[in-house]
């Protein structure tokens, strides 16, 4: 059974920085693109980032330069290193996962094959 465990949320204040972790197990990592999204409370599940099985990456507007995707196969994780932290970015942070002929597009479009259960990250003003 594939599984994914994200961790490393927690509270910070405005401007600070996190870096979330995402593990898999149960399959072979590196047939897997692996993205990132989030929900805020009372708003919609969003896509945030992507990083494809060859490491290209792809990021929603609102992270660009402060967000940085990255994976180690060696360990079987994706990160998302989360710099100058805004309150907005508040949410609950799920990593997802997709093995098929092209994640990176299954996962933009929210069709990722297996989710984990999140992280809450939570930036005080």
């Known amino acids: 059974q594939v599984q994914l465990v994200e961790s490393g949320g927690g509270l910070v204040q405005a401007g600070g920085s996190l870096r979330l972790s995402c593990v898999l197990s149960g399959d072979i990592f590196t047939s897997y693109g692996i993205g990132w999204f989030r929900q805020a409370p009372g708003k919609e599940r969003e896509f945030v980032a992507v990083?494809?099985?060859?490491?290209?990456?792809y990021y929603t507007d609102s992270v660009k330069g402060r967000f940085t995707i990255s994976r180690d196969n060696a360990r079987n994780k994706v990160y998302l290193q989360m710099n100058s932290l805004k309150p907005e970015d508040t949410a609950f942070y799920y990593c997802?996962?997709?093995?098929?002929?092209?994640?990176?597009?299954?996962?933009?479009?929210?069709?990722?094959?297996?989710w984990g259960q999140g992280t809450e990250v939570t930036v005080s003003s």
């Open positions: 990083i494809s099985r060859t490491s290209v990456t």
């Open positions: 997802a996962g997709d093995p098929g002929l092209n994640p990176t597009i299954s996962i933009r479009n929210g069709n990722p094959s297996v």
